[in-house]
C-alpha cells in the first residue's frame, strides 16, 4: 500500500483514499451478485459474473470527494525522469 501523503495528496482525495471504502463497496455487490453461482463452468464464466457485479455497482457510484485533485495523484504514480534514468 502507498503512503498518501508521500504522493502530495491533501485534503479530501486523501481522505477519501485512506480508507477501504472506495474498494470495499464495489466488492460487496459483486458478492451478493455473484453469490448463489455455485458451479462455474470455466474462468470466463466467472469473469462474466465478476463484470456484472461491477456493472451493478457502477449505478451506485457517486462523485469522488476530492475528484479535482486527481491530476496530483498520477503525477505522484508517475515516475520522474530521474528514476526513469536509474532503472535503465
Known sequence: MFTITDLGLTGELARCLATTNVIE???????RVSGRVT????????????????????KSFK???GHAELKTLIDGLRPNAQQLKKAA
Not at 463497496?25 to 458478492?31: C, Y
Not at 458451479?39 to 457502477?58: H, I, P, Q, S
Open 63 to 65: 462523485k469522488l470527494r
Open 39 to 58: 458451479n462455474y463452468k470455466d474462468v470466463e464464466m466467472a469473469l462474466r459474473w465478476t463484470a456484472a457485479g461491477f456493472m451493478e455497482a457502477e
Open 25 to 31: 463497496s464495489p466488492n460487496s455487490v459483486v458478492r
